[in-house]
């Protein structure tokens, strides 16, 4: 594993305690790391980064490709060096870039999970758990403590008759509870998990997922966990922070990240949304009007502190929309063609459309509605959220229609 070298040997934390009193597992404040391009040109890939990491805590950086998720975590894992800010893990300074602090990996009393396992291929499934307990500098155990240790992370992760396979001989959901298995046995407060279950299929990826909450809530351990999966996110984590060019764009809890988005790009990124840009005509105390080209929207939303003239783009997600037959009693309605209509099993998806207008409706019923039908498609000003039209947060414009946006996992 690559090290950096400390040039002081000062680890004194400065750590505040959280609201609890608790030291948290992870302070990062003020981080910055830049890398410079073959053609001279600097990207940076973590811009001014705070958070913390409570005890017992799983946090999920979530964002796609090229967001600067996995260098964050890299960062405090001490694979690389930021150009600056503060890491205290356990209360205990990792880097602080103005006192020189650049603590080497081994040192940071940290476990990771590569999305690659990392296993080594001569040894058995025993000796690659061991490993962290036999390699560590200053840890000292005897050999009963080591096969204690060992036989009890493997019945954990429930794999204890594979302690002597080796690691070609098993398959790629048994090679991730052997990775995970070396990460528990150390007895780390912390573990770092690199989109980990990426490379299994979709139906052990589900079941891996169930037995890391359960195993994290049980044994209480802090998780910092990397992925671009939003299903996996939401499943895993207590706290999301959404990763953007370098920046958290949001950091709350599953449902204040899926009900009330900050921005665009978060409410784009999770989930499936439904969006119709326009002009805010009117704000009152519990209500936000906007004018678009398809009549006008209305949401019960305030909080964007918007201004009578001002862009805006009205979303709500397509559970939160209604199919009728009749004309519904709300302001927010449209005439609408159902374009297709798609049972899969937890709900029925229709796609509807109103000239160049379109949106999807997610109905937990299914309605024999036939594709070509007319219908009417309604949301509730309650469950419409209203944002800045730009927020600085990229992706494509969908002026003057109502669009659909999401990442599927």
Known sequence: MPSTTAVHDDTTSRAVPGADG??????????????????????????DVTFDVAPGEFI?????????????????AGLETPDEGVIEIGGRTAFASQRGIA????????????????????????????YPLTSRKGLRLSRADIETRVRTALAQVGIPELEGQ????MSGGQQ????????????????????????????????????????????????????????EAMELATRIAVVDSGRIAQFGTPQEIYSAPAT??????????????????????????????HGRVVSRDTSAGLLVGEGAVALWRPERGHLDTEEPNTVNRWRVTVDAAMF??????????????????????????????????SVSPADVRVLPITDGEGGPAVTGSIGTTGYSA
């Not at 990826?205 to 999966?229: C, N, P, W, Y």
């Not at 109905?363 to 036939?370: H, I």
Request: proline share 5%.
């Open 344 to 377: 899969v099993g937890s709900h029925t998806e229709y796609l509807v459309r109103s000239g160049d207008m379109s949106a999807r409706l997610w109905s937990p019923r299914f309605e024999d509605v036939a594709s070509g039908s007319s219908s009417w498609a």
């Open 264 to 293: 665009r790009y978060v409410a784009r990124f999770i989930g499936a949304i439904n969006e119709i840009e326009g002009v805010v005509s009117a704000v009152e105390s519990d209500h936000v009007v906007l004018d678009t080209p």
């Open 22 to 47: 608790a030291t948290p597992s992870v302070r990062v404040e003020g981080l910055r790391k830049r890398f410079r391009r073959e053609d001279g040109s600097e990207v940076l890939a973590i811009n």
């Open 103 to 130: 603590q080497p990996p081994e040192r940071r009393g940290i476990s990771m999970i590569f999305q690659s396992y990392a296993l080594w291929p001569h040894m058995t499934v025993f000796k690659n758990i061991a």
């Open 166 to 169: 080796y690691p070609s001989q």
């Open 176 to 231: 991730q509870r052997v990775a995970l298995a070396r990460a528990l046995v150390s007895n780390d407060d912390l573990i770092l998990f690199d989109e980990p279950l990426s490379n299994v299929d979709a139906k052990v990826r589900e079941q891996l997922r169930l037995e890391l909450v359960s195993m994290q809530r049980k044994l209480g351990f802090s998780a910092l966990f990397v992925t671009h999966d939003q299903t």
């Open 60 to 76: 999920v950086l979530l964002g796609p490709s090229g967001c600067g998720k996995t260098t964050l975590l890299r960062t405090i």
